[in-house]
C-alpha cells in the first residue's frame, strides 16, 4: 500500500519524473529545485509547496532557464470538462477550480498525477484562518475582504453543486467530497494564488514549474514569456479554421462597407433607392451573425504578460542542452525559416527567461504582479516588508462624507452622480506602476474616442435582446468595477481621489460647469491626474512644497488654493482611516513558533501588514498637513 503522507523528497522525485515524461524542460546546469529548508531569503518567507529554485551560477539578462509545453499546463479549456462547462456557460477560476477538484479525484490515473501530488493540501490565506486568526485582522483592508470572498465562494459552491448533480456518471465516479465547501475552498484557495495567465484560450490555467518560483516584490529574478494571441476558440496558432473564418467575416464585413459608402455616394446624387438593397443587408446581417455563432463568445483581447517575446527552441528530447536566448537569436538571425518555426514554438509553448541578473547560490524569484502588502495576504498568503505598492482602501461612504461635511449634502449627491457617469475614467492604477509614453499615447485616443462616440452610448437600449437578466448582470458588473480609492505608499491619495477632489471640492459655479459638460469633464480629469502625479513625483523627490506645485502646473488646470483645500480633506480622511487600525491589542501576545509554527506565521503576516498600512496613512498625514498650511 502507498505511502499516504510522502516526504517532500518523495514528492519532489516523482514531480521531476513527471516533467521529464511531460517534456519540461529547464536548465539544470543553472538552477536547481530545492525543498524548503533549504531554501533561504531576507525578509518574510515566501513559500509554494516547500519547493524553490536557487541559481547553481550567475544567471545573466535574456537566459532562457525553463521551458513548458502548453499542452502540460492544466487548463478549464482543454480539460475533459471542456463541452461541460460550455454547455453549462461556467468559465473563469470557478471553471478552473472544478477541473482541478475533478484531475484530482482521479489520483493516479489523472495525467496531472505527478503534478497534483506535489501541491500542499491548500494556500494558507486569510479565508481559511480560524477565528482568532481573522481577528488580528481587524482594521485592515483583508479584514473587510474576507466577508465579501466567503459569499462569492458560497454562491460558486451552488453551481458546483448543481453540476454535479446534472452529471452524476461524470462526477460521482470516486469518493471525492464534491459536497464539502472546506474542500472546495482549499482548492479555490491553490488557483488564487497559483494561476497564471497563458493565452486567450487556456485563460487563467496552472502551470507546473512556473508555481515553483516564489514572489519577491519589484525585484524579481525572471518572467514568463509566452504567446498569448492565438485563437480564442482552439487555441492553435494563427491559420486555423476558425482564425480563417474570422479573416473571412472581417473581409466581408470591409467589402460591404464599401458597398454601403458607394450607396451612400449614389443616394446623395439620387434620392432613390431599391427594396433588393435592402434585402441584400438584410442577408448580410445574417451572414455576419451565423460567422459570429462559428467562433464561440467572444474573448477579451490581451497581451503578452511581458510586451514582447522570447524566441525559443521546443526541447522535443529531454536530453538536449538548453541554451540561452540570446545565444539562439544571434544563430538564428536572417533565417526567416527558423525565425518562423521559433514563432510557432512560442505559440506552444510558455517559457521562464531571466529579467534581473541573480548572483550564485541564491534563490531565484518570479514576480506575482505589482500588488501592496494587503493583496499578496489575502490572495497568496503573505506580506513583503517594504512594498513600493502597498495602498490602503478608502470606503467610497467616507469620501462622499467628506464633500457632504466640506461643501453640502447636495456635492455628495451631485459627486456620487458624476462618478457613475463617468466611470470609465476611474480606472485604479497605482502611482508606483508608472506609465510609458506608449500607454499615456493610448490613453489620450481613448479619450478622444469616447468624446466622440458617447452619444451613441444607448443607441441599443430598446433592443429586443435587453431582458431583466441582462440589466441585473450589468448591475452586478457595475458594483464589482466600481471605482476603488485609497491611499498610496508612500502617502498620497491615488490620483483619481486627486482629481475627485479638485472637481467636488470647487465652488457651484466651476462645479457644475465640469459636471454637466461632458466635453470639458473628459478633458479636464485626465489633465488634473498629471498635475496630481507630478506634484507627487516632486514632493518624493524631496522638492519643497512651493517648488513642487510650481512644477507641476504648468498647464495651469489647478489653483494653489484648491491644492491646499483638497490636501485638508485628504490628511482627514486618513487620520480617519487610521483610527481603525489604532488598536493593536488585538494581536495579543505572538503564538510560540516551535509549539505552533503555522499560528506564529499567521501572526507575523498580520502584525506586518497592520505595521505597512499605519506607515503609508501616518506618512499621508505627515505630508499632507503640511500641504494644507503651505498652500492654504
Not at 513642487?548 to 480617519?576: C, D, P
Request: with cysteine.
Amino acid at each position: 500500500m502507498p505511502d499516504t503522507n510522502p516526504s517532500s523528497s518523495e514528492k519532489l522525485r516523482v514531480l521531476l519524473q513527471w516533467f521529464v515524461e511531460n517534456k519540461i524542460a529547464y536548465n539544470e546546469e543553472a538552477i536547481k529545485i530545492v525543498e524548503q529548508q533549504d531554501t533561504a531569503s531576507k525578509g518574510t518567507a515566501v513559500l509554494s509547496h516547500g519547493f524553490g529554485v536557487v541559481s547553481l551560477r550567475k544567471l545573466e539578462s535574456d537566459e532562457q532557464l525553463v521551458v513548458i509545453p502548453k499542452s502540460a499546463v492544466i487548463s478549464a479549456a482543454t480539460s475533459a470538462l471542456a463541452n461541460i462547462f460550455i454547455d453549462s456557460d461556467i468559465g473563469g477560476n470557478l471553471a478552473l477550480c472544478i477541473t482541478v477538484m475533478y484531475e484530482k479525484s482521479l489520483g493516479h490515473e489523472s495525467p496531472w498525477y505527478g503534478y497534483l501530488q506535489s501541491l500542499p493540501e491548500c494556500a494558507d490565506i486569510p479565508l481559511l484562518w480560524d477565528a482568532q486568526s481573522r481577528s488580528w485582522l481587524k482594521g485592515t483592508d483583508v479584514g473587510e475582504w474576507i466577508d465579501r470572498d466567503e459569499a462569492s465562494l458560497l454562491e460558486d459552491f451552488g453551481v458546483l453543486k448543481d453540476l454535479v448533480a446534472e452529471y452524476p456518471a461524470v462526477f460521482g465516479g470516486s469518493n471525492f467530497k464534491w459536497d464539502c465547501f472546506e474542500s472546495f475552498v482549499k482548492i479555490a484557495s491553490l488557483v488564487s494564488s497559483r494561476a497564471f495567465s497563458v493565452d486567450v484560450h487556456r485563460d487563467n490555467s496552472m502551470v507546473p514549474f512556473a508555481d515553483i518560483f516564489n514572489h519577491r516584490t519589484a525585484k524579481e529574478n525572471v518572467h514568463i514569456v509566452c504567446e498569448e494571441m492565438v485563437c480564442p476558440v482552439c487555441g492553435e496558432a494563427f491559420g486555423c479554421e476558425h482564425m480563417d473564418a474570422l479573416e473571412e467575416m472581417d473581409s466581408h464585413e470591409g467589402a460591404s462597407e464599401g458597398e454601403d459608402e458607394s450607396e451612400d455616394n449614389s443616394e446623395s446624387e439620387d434620392d432613390s433607392g431599391s427594396e433588393e438593397d435592402s434585402e441584400y443587408d438584410e442577408d448580410d446581417d445574417s451572414s455576419d451573425s451565423e460567422s459570429e455563432d462559428e467562433l464561440g463568445e467572444e474573448l477579451p483581447l490581451l497581451v503578452d504578460l511581458m510586451g514582447n517575446t522570447v524566441a525559443s527552441e521546443l526541447l522535443q528530447d529531454e536530453d538536449v542542452e538548453m541554451e540561452s536566448v540570446g545565444d539562439k537569436n544571434s544563430e538564428h538571425s536572417g533565417e526567416s525559416d527558423s525565425d518562423d518555426d521559433q514563432d510557432d514554438e512560442l505559440v506552444d509553448t510558455l517559457e521562464m527567461v531571466v529579467f534581473r541578473p541573480c548572483k550564485a547560490n541564491t534563490e531565484v524569484f518570479n514576480t506575482y504582479g505589482e500588488h501592496g502588502s494587503a493583496y499578496l495576504l489575502h490572495r497568496y498568503g503573505f506580506c513583503d516588508t517594504k512594498n513600493p505598492f502597498d495602498s490602503v482602501s478608502l470606503s467610497t461612504e467616507n469620501v462622499m462624507q467628506a464633500f457632504a461635511l466640506s461643501v453640502s449634502e447636495q456635492r455628495a449627491i451631485d459627486v456620487a452622480a458624476v462618478i457613475r457617469r463617468f466611470e470609465d475614467l476611474f480606472e485604479s492604477r497605482h502611482r508606483a506602476c508608472g506609465q510609458d509614453e506608449d500607454e499615456e499615447e493610448e490613453e489620450g485616443e481613448e479619450e478622444e474616442e469616447n468624446e466622440h462616440d458617447h452619444d451613441h452610448d444607448h443607441d441599443h437600449d430598446h433592443d429586443e435582446g435587453n431582458n431583466e437578466d441582462e440589466e441585473q448582470d450589468n448591475q452586478a458588473d457595475d458594483d464589482e468595477n466600481a471605482p476603488r480609492f485609497s491611499i498610496d505608499a508612500p502617502g498620497h491619495p491615488d490620483l483619481n481621489l486627486a482629481a475627485l477632489l479638485v472637481l467636488g471640492l470647487a465652488d457651484e459655479e466651476v462645479f457644475e460647469k465640469a459636471s454637466q459638460s461632458e466635453q470639458i469633464f473628459r478633458h479636464y480629469f485626465p489633465v488634473i491626474r498629471r498635475f496630481w502625479a507630478m506634484f507627487q513625483d516632486e514632493l518624493d523627490n524631496d522638492t519643497p512644497v512651493p517648488a513642487a506645485f510650481r512644477k507641476a502646473s504648468q498647464e495651469g488646470a489647478v489653483r494653489k488654493a484648491s491644492v491646499g483645500t483638497v490636501s485638508n480633506v485628504v490628511y482627514r480622511l486618513a487620520e480617519a482611516r487610521l483610527q481603525l487600525l489604532a488598536d493593536d491589542s488585538v494581536l495579543g501576545e505572538k503564538p510560540a513558533a516551535d509549539s505552533d509554527p503555522l499560528m506564529a506565521s499567521r501572526w507575523e503576516s498580520a502584525k506586518l501588514l497592520r505595521s505597512n498600512e499605519r506607515k503609508t496613512l501616518s506618512q499621508c498625514i505627515k505630508t499632507y498637513k503640511k500641504i494644507a498650511t503651505k498652500l492654504s
